[in-house]
């Protein structure tokens, strides 16, 4: 199973080991058989580090999801939570805990494991309900970044673009920095950080705090990677919206939606259409008449934001259009969804009067007419036509550098911004000729299989001079995507 | 050779001893030590004696003396005792001496009699009173077991990180044990009590009865037990003299042994014999001692590490040699040096003499960025001592914000800790100060507070949402946020269990976002409430269920019921485009199958929309006939699709040919049956090869 880590350029299955080893010594406290209590958000990410058989090496017995009520009653002498730090969870913990038999005999040990950071908001809580001297061992399981494949590593944390730009919740930017201090610590001081975007910025100055944070701490391990890259999401709205044309990202688009392939195919034309920059500014038949026809409502979202974004806003009189069709064809309760989306920047009104997308589209060369998908020789074949803006950034960088896009970078939301982290001279590269560079390019608020896999593709390319890891929040396509941006108004029966 | 035998004494068969003075010890005492509470700490540490202890009168004079003395009986330090009445003493791993009190209280001292702090074990000992207590060290860390007057046992594992558990209830105890010690066994703390001839073992959860193996059974009751200092052996004494020895987990026996000395032994400790590296038990009366060994287990004992001895010396604050031992040793800055700076500024901090600049300069000066220095520890040590303003300072030079918080916490400088822990960018840190500001300010000064602080800010919304929905409210007025209370009202209004509550949640909505001048969502409201209400009509009226509907599906709904004139006022009312309503109500007929007023409909003006949705969604109800009707009408572009869909490949082809088309021609062919449409496909493939000669 651990083959695939190894696979790549950089060996990530230390990591995976780093992981493994912390959650054996947490289990290895709670001497005894043990029941775990899963917080299930968490059961998805575990699995990628450690199988069930580990867990049984441990004595775990027995494994429940966390609800209110009374526990099972497992004969173990352990009862371990598994949990986010959430106070909604917490007082779900609480209600268990206060349900326990106090009568039976053999009494439980409770512990918390809270993943992936302990919680003294969560303890105080606790300490206030009057549980929190129930609990033996409360420990941490720093669980950030969680290798995937040879040269994916992704945190899992599904609401993270949500959390950042609607509710301005930067917790997730926390512990995607952490993550890259493990990181660092296992694979060396990344001696050049790069970055665009809000979130990009924060994270780099939590990287610079948190290193100067330990001015002892002198890391002596020789630097894997080269470079990293952190994307703002928000500085590439585009992509995640358009279709995948990628053999995984297809199958990744068309899981779980029906759709005929000529309507298909429409839609293709359509968003191919928008990205190559025709007929953006006003209401567009096709989406219309999948209104009217009630087409799905995240297909039409999607559309209708991929529009918007190909245009830089809407005209108010389009945009209202939309809005007003879509309330009342859908409901009125996704007004709160309108706004959202709003919020994010994905549907918005053309405030400026100018459409910078045409600039952008020309100077990084977004839009390709002559691709060639049998021996693709550029990023764009993987969405037909469409070269994914953050994957150009990404591509510019290596060459010739950033200094030559400085007009469009400022188009593009947030800073763009140069860090460098000092080493010790023992520890400084020399490339040998011909020697690869490798970037870690961190793509904060998630990233598509489309995208990687132009990442992949300039990885291989004989000149290209640049491998590239991937680091990601959350794995996403433009669906889940506007899903988890979806407010979830559910009436009550009247 | 005489003089080298010549003072030691026989001691049973094959052993002697020896009797020889170390050292005289410095101290003048005039009271017996019988009468004292005494506590020696182990590895030749401190020693704690507390006099006067056992007077009951009150007089100041007659209060008891608590003294600390060097191992060779130095005086350190004397406080008269002024708490409450103590039972036992006994001293930590880290030389800190704990004072048990009668009520249970700890009260833990350095070994200069400066009071550290207290704790409690806990209601239960507190209202049956401290019977007898132990003090005991573990790989944890040193712990307090209690027997309370109600014959329960109480303990502690480590009283640094304190978690009070009350073990199990021995069935019919109605006296204290004879005896009772605190064992260590896979890690877990469990006490051995002896009642009469029985030996009781409690863990955690339970109690049970236990007979150590080999054990004679008229050995009779048991007066006494001893545990080696590493919880390995255990030696029992009865009292018909009988003492065994073996393994403190009982699985094994080592040795047994009769001495015949039916009394009560004052005395009873496991030992190493010298000579033989052998373990064996010192068993002593008021004028008998006897060494019982016989084993071949060999245990040793852990030694003075060098970290110890540095701890040690650091303790007597002697500094400099402890340094200097360091840089001997060249031990690593994080073991030695900075370790011995950081207790060297501990002490520092409570000089009161010098102002609070002079100190916190002075440690600066020292410790600078020495790595493994923890600022805040010091601080913290500052405050515990009364000096906040030093301890501030002191924090200014710790580089980790989120060590600052907690301090600043609990020295009440929540608005300076609130700042540090956004710095640390760490959202927990944050949370945990707002709360706690939350907790301690008034509603308007905690509001004001967040106002400066937009992280705060918004992290506190996101507690609000979860926790309470309401305060939410309070905090979008205080920012005059009307499109965001507009939204609060749209979103509470869908907990509405009535109508009318619904409706008037939707007004306050309006008219919010009225105020914030987003004319689009106060008019979808508006609309919103109209439909709700013509909805609850609808439902009384029809008797179905329309509310909750979207204004497209209860359109529908009243077309599929046939209510056509409702639709047509809906349509109306509302003003759904042309485009719209035409799909929405061809699509209804047809599920209704009512083609009948589908093709009058069709008759009643031009269709936006055009003919060829009337076609395909015919053909996808399977009603080619009706279909057929529409083929016709269709716009010339999409004739070819039309005719096709009905089925009518000969038409279709006339208007490809008509077209001159060759993309729709091999369309059509690609639809042709070798057998019945022989006709249409020579017609097309003639028009083909003409088109392709031009």
């Given at each position: ?22 959650l ?9 058989s ?8 968490l059961?998805?990410?575990f699995?990628l580090?450690?199988q ?5 090496e441990h004595?775990?017995?027995?494994m429940?999801?966390l ?5 099972p009653q497992a004969?173990?002498?352990?009862v371990?939570f ?22 039976r ?6 512990h918390?494991l ?31 970044l969680?290798?995937v494949?040879?040269?994916?590593l ?15 919740d ?7 920095a952490?993550?890259?201090m493990t990181?660092?610590?296992l694979?060396?001081?990344i ?9 990009a910025?924060h ?5 610079i705090r948190?290193k ?15 470079t ?6 928000n ?8 279709t995948q ?5 297809l199958?990744?688009e068309i899981?779980?939606?029906?759709n005929?392939?000529?309507d298909?195919?429409?839609n ?5 259409e ?7 500014d ?16 995240i297909?039409?979202?999607?559309l ?5 974004v190909c ?6 009189k389009?945009?209202?259009h939309y ?6 064809t ?11 989306l709003?919020?994010?920047?994905l549907?918005?009104?053309q ?6 997308y ?5 100077t990084l ?17 993987v969405?037909s ?14 060459r ?5 896009i400085e ?20 520890l ?8 690869n ?6 793509f ?9 896999a132009?990442?992949?593709f300039?990885?291989?390319m ?8 991937i ?11 506007i899903?988890s941006?979806?407010?979830k108004l ?5 | 050779m005489d003089?080298?035998?010549a ?8 052993a ?6 170390l050292?005289?010890?410095?101290w ?6 019988r009468e004292?509470?005494v506590a020696a ?6 020693i ?5 202890n056992?007077?009951?009168e009150?007089s100041?004079?007659?209060r008891?003396?608590l003294?600390?003395?060097s191992?060779s ?11 409450g009445?103590l039972v ?10 704990l ?9 833990i ?11 409690s074990m806990?209601?239960?000992v507190?209202q ?10 573990t ?7 209690i027997?309370?007057?109600?014959h ?7 009283i640094?990180?304190l978690?009070?558990r ?8 109605q006296?204290p044990p ?11 703390t469990i006490?051995?009590?002896a009642?009469?001839?029985d ?5 955690n959860?339970s ?9 004679s ?10 545990v080696?200092?590493n919880y390995?052996?255990?030696?029992l004494f009865?009292?018909?003299g ?5 393994l ?8 047994e ?7 009560l032994p ?8 010298p000579?033989?590296?052998q ?10 001692l ?9 245990i040793?004992?852990?030694r003075l590490?060098?970290e ?5 010396l650091?303790?007597?604050r002697?500094y ?13 800055e994080i ?14 901090v409570q000089?009161k ?9 002075a440690?600066n ?10 600022y ?7 405050y ?18 989120g060590?600052?918080?907690?301090l ?10 609130l700042?540090k ?9 944050v949370?945990?100060?707002?709360l706690?500001?939350?907790n301690?300010l ?14 705060a800010?918004?992290?506190?919304r ?9 305060t ?11 499109q ?15 109508i009318e509550?619904?409706?008037?949640a939707?007004q ?5 976002y009225y ?10 409201t508006?609309d919103q409430?109209?439909l709700?209400?013509?909805q609850?009509?609808f ?19 009243l077309i ?5 004139k ?9 003003k ?8 929405l ?7 209704r199958?009512?083609w ?10 031009k ?5 060829l949705p009337?076609?395909?969604i ?19 572009e ?7 869909l ?5 038409q279709?082809?006339?208007a ?20 019945t ?18």
């Amino acid at each position: 199973m651990a083959a695939h880590l190894s696979s790549g350029r950089v060996n990530l299955t230390a990591l995976r080991e780093a992981g493994r080893r912390e959650l054996r010594q947490f289990l290895d406290k709670c001497a005894g058989s043990k029941a775990i209590v899963w917080d299930e958000y968490l059961t998805g990410p575990f699995g990628l580090i450690a199988q069930y058989s580990l867990l049984k090496e441990h004595e775990v017995e027995k494994m429940v999801t966390l609800k209110p009520g009374r526990l099972p009653q497992a004969d173990v002498k352990n009862v371990i939570f598994f949990v986010r730090p959430k106070l909604e969870l917490m007082d779900i913990i609480t209600d268990n805990v206060l349900r326990e038999d106090r009568g039976r005999s053999p009494q439980r040990d409770f512990h918390i494991l809270f993943v992936p950071r302990r919680s003294l908001l969560c303890e105080q809580w606790l300490k206030e309900q009057g549980v929190l001297g129930s609990f033996i061992h409360r420990e941490q399981y720093s669980l950030d970044l969680i290798p995937v494949d040879g040269d994916l590593l992704s945190m899992e944390s599904e609401s993270a673009f949500k959390e950042c730009y609607l509710e301005s919740d930067q917790t997730s930017l926390y512990h995607a920095a952490k993550g890259l201090m493990t990181l660092q610590a296992l694979y060396g001081t990344i001696p050049q950080i790069f970055g665009k975007g809000e979130c990009a910025r924060h994270v780099a100055n939590m990287m610079i705090r948190m290193k100067r944070e330990f001015p002892g701490s002198q890391n002596s391990i020789f630097p894997v990677f080269d470079t990293l890259l952190l994307l703002d999401r928000n500085v590439d709205l585009l992509t995640p919206l358009a279709t995948q044309l990628t053999y995984e990202g297809l199958i990744d688009e068309i899981y779980g939606i029906q759709n005929t392939s000529e309507d298909f195919f429409d839609n293709l034309t359509v968003e191919q259409e928008f990205m190559s920059g025709i007929d953006t500014d006003k209401a567009n038949n096709y989406i219309e008449d999948c209104i009217a026809q009630k087409h799905p409502l995240i297909k039409i979202l999607r559309l209708v934001c991929l529009q918007s974004v190909c245009n830089s806003g809407l005209k108010q009189k389009v945009l209202d259009h939309y809005k007003r069709e879509i309330l009342q064809t859908y409901g009125y309760e996704h007004i709160l969804t309108l706004n959202n989306l709003e919020k994010a920047g994905l549907l918005k009104l053309q405030t400026s009067g100018r459409n910078n997308y045409p600039t952008i589209r020309k100077t990084l060369r977004l839009w390709m007419d002559d691709v060639n998908e049998q021996n693709p020789n550029d990023i764009s074949y993987v969405y037909s036509g469409y070269a994914p803006l953050s994957v150009r950034l990404a591509q510019l960088l290596a060459r010739p550098g950033w200094r030559s896009i400085e007009e469009v970078l400022k188009m593009l939301p947030g800073p763009h911004f140069e860090e460098r982290q000092q080493l010790p001279t023992g520890l400084q590269k020399k490339r040998q000729h011909g020697e690869n560079r490798v970037t870690l390019v961190f793509f904060l608020g998630g990233v598509t299989y489309a995208e990687i896999a132009a990442l992949r593709f300039l990885s291989q390319m004989e000149d290209g001079g640049t491998e590239y890891v991937i680091a990601t929040t959350k794995l996403i396509n433009g669906t889940s995507w506007i899903k988890s941006l979806m407010e979830k108004l559910e009436p009550a029966p009247f | 050779m005489d003089c080298y035998t010549a003072n030691w004494n026989p001691l049973g068969e094959d052993a002697f001893y020896r009797k020889f003075e170390l050292y005289t010890m410095e101290w003048n005492l005039k009271e017996d030590l019988r009468e004292c509470l005494v506590a020696a700490a182990p590895y030749g540490g401190p020693i704690a004696l507390l006099k006067n202890n056992a007077r009951k009168e009150k007089s100041p004079s007659a209060r008891p003396l608590l003294e600390i003395y060097s191992a060779s009986g130095l005086l350190l330090a004397s406080i008269p005792w002024k708490s409450g009445q103590l039972v036992q003493l006994g001293w930590t791993a880290s030389e800190d001496l704990l004072c048990i009190q009668k009520d249970g209280t700890v009260l833990i001292y350095n070994l200069f009699c400066e009071f550290k702090r207290h704790f409690s074990m806990g209601n239960e000992v507190l209202q049956n009173h401290v019977l007898e207590a132990k003090v005991f060290h573990t790989e944890y860390g040193t712990g307090v077991a209690i027997l309370t007057g109600a014959h329960r046992f109480s303990l502690a594992t480590n009283i640094d990180d304190l978690k009070l558990r009350r073990m199990p209830e021995v069935p019919g105890l109605q006296k204290p044990p004879s005896c009772w010690a605190v064992l260590s066994q896979d890690r877990v703390t469990i006490v051995l009590l002896a009642v009469g001839q029985d030996l009781y073992l409690l863990d955690n959860t339970s109690c049970s009865v236990v007979t150590p193996p080999g054990m004679s059974p008229s050995a009779g009751a048991y007066l006494q037990m001893a545990v080696s200092f590493n919880y390995r052996c255990l030696a029992l004494f009865t009292d018909t003299g009988y003492i065994w020895m073996g393994l403190a987990t009982l699985k094994e026996k080592l040795c047994e042994f009769n001495s015949s000395v039916r009394s009560l032994p004052k005395q009873m400790v496991w030992c190493m014999r010298p000579w033989s590296r052998q373990p064996a038990v010192v068993v002593a009366w008021d004028r008998q001692l006897m060494v019982v060994g016989n084993s071949t287990e060999c245990i040793q004992y852990k030694r003075l590490t060098i970290e110890v001895l540095l701890d040690r010396l650091v303790l007597r604050r002697l500094y400099p040699l402890a340094i200097r031992i360091c840089e001997y040793l060249r031990l690593s800055e994080i073991q030695g040096v900075s370790r011995i700076l950081a207790h060297w500024a501990c002490y520092k901090v409570q000089q009161k003499d010098k102002s609070d600049e002079e100190v916190a300069h002075a440690i600066n000066q020292k410790l600078g960025d020495t790595p493994g220095i923890s600022y805040s520890e010091i601080a913290a040590r500052a405050y515990d001592c009364g000096r906040t303003e030093l301890a501030i300072k002191l924090l200014e030079y710790e580089p980790r914000s989120g060590e600052q918080v907690p301090l600043l916490l609990k020295m009440k400088r929540s608005k300076l800790a609130l700042s540090k822990a956004i710095e640390s960018g760490d959202t927990d840190l944050v949370y945990t100060v707002v709360l706690h500001l939350k907790n301690e300010l008034n509603r308007g000064t905690f509001f004001m507070t967040l106002q400066n602080q937009p992280v705060a800010l918004s992290l506190y919304r996101q507690f609000c949402k979860h926790q309470e929905r309401e305060t939410l409210k309070d905090l979008y007025n205080q920012d005059d946020n009307h499109q965001e209370l507009g939204n609060f009202h749209v979103h509470s209004s869908y907990s509405e269990k009535r109508i009318e509550g619904r409706v008037g949640a939707l007004q306050n909505a309006v008219d919010e976002y009225y105020k914030a001048k987003n004319e689009f969502a106060a008019k979808a409201t508006e609309d919103q409430i109209k439909l709700l209400r013509l909805q609850r009509h609808f439902q009384e009226d029809f008797d179905k269920p329309y509310l909750d509907l979207s204004l497209h599906d209860t359109v529908s709904n009243l077309i599929l019921d046939g209510h056509h004139k409702r639709a047509e006022q809906l349509y109306r009312e509302f003003k759904i485009p042309d485009k719209r309503y035409w799909w929405l109500k061809i699509s209804a007929l047809a599920n209704r199958g009512d083609w009948e007023e589908m093709e009058k409909f069709s008759k009643s003006k031009k269709s936006p929309i055009g003919y060829l949705p009337f076609v395909e969604i015919s053909v996808k109800h399977h009603n080619r006939y009706e279909a057929k009707k529409y083929a016709p009408r269709v716009t010339p572009e999409q004739r070819v699709k039309a005719f096709v869909l009905v089925g009518d490949l000969d038409q279709a082809a006339d208007a490809a040919i008509e077209h001159k088309n060759e993309t729709e021609m091999n369309f059509v062919l690609s639809k042709c049956t070798a057998s019945t449409d022989a006709a249409v496909a020579e017609k097309l493939n003639r028009a083909r090869a003409q088109l392709l000669k031009k």
